[in-house]
């Protein structure tokens, strides 16, 4: 079965912090993977997306994830993060085998202090 | 851009009561989706649905819950008989066809509170 694990639960950083938030899965076939954002009391947004080709992909504000396919990882980054960012992250997998069912990870929640 | 549409935002139930959560899927989208996320844990998957019929649920997705498509546009969950662990965000989603890649859109989701 896949599953999605996020490292970290909880994430506290400076404003213009560099930011990384790993994401591992469990799946052994072919996969699409996804970070998705959540701001404070509203819903799921896509951030990025990886289905094939160039394994660096970038998203929407400045958002940038890396699938390492030997290492199961797709961790996200951004070179300098904003007050703004403060938000609950989530990784996602969906296999084409599995019937396309996407899977979230836990979520990690990311503070940015001004 | 198209966006998945859900009403209520926010319903207050007694224990007991059935309930009916709506959603508009987008458009041209064929894979319809329920996730559920109880406050402060993970997004969790229910139920997804193709071709007027369930294609997957998960084990949260008991005899207690339904879906139903009653007409082209409208896509619903029917909790029977709510429990006090039914309180949650529900999300409705809309995806295209896993030939493009199954990304699922969310809308806005549904607050229920079982009291």
């Known amino acids: 079965a896949q599953s999605v694990s996020q490292h970290n639960h909880h994430v506290i950083l400076s404003e213009a912090a560099s930011l990384e938030l790993g994401c591992n899965y469990s799946y052994g076939g072919t996969v699409n993977l996804f970070w998705y954002v959540q701001y404070p009391g509203q819903h799921l947004q896509l951030l990025l997306k990886y289905f094939s080709g160039d394994p660096l992909v970038k998203g929407i504000k400045g958002f940038e994830a890396e699938f390492i396919k030997s290492k199961f990882s797709f961790n996200l980054r951004k070179p300098s993060v904003q007050w703004s960012d403060t938000a609950e992250y989530f990784c996602a997998v969906n296999a084409r085998a599995g019937g396309f069912k996407t899977i979230f990870g836990a979520g990690t929640r990311l503070f940015v202090k001004a | 851009e198209p966006e998945v549409t859900q009403t209520p935002s926010h319903q207050v139930t007694q224990m007991g009561q059935e309930v009916i959560l709506r959603c508009v899927p987008i458009?041209?989208?064929?894979?319809f989706y329920w996730y559920r996320q109880i406050l402060g844990q993970k997004v969790e998957f229910l139920v997804s649905?193709?071709?007027?019929?369930?294609?997957?649920k998960s084990e949260i997705f008991d005899d207690q819950f339904s879906v139903e498509r009653p007409d082209g546009s409208n896509f619903t969950l029917k909790i029977r008989s709510t429990k006090l662990e039914d309180s949650a965000m529900y999300f409705c989603a809309s995806s295209e066809p896993p030939v493009s890649g199954n990304t699922i859109y969310f809308g806005e989701g549904s607050w229920l509170t079982v009291v």
């Open positions: 649905f193709y071709n007027n019929e369930i294609s997957e």
């Open positions: 458009s041209n989208h064929l894979y």
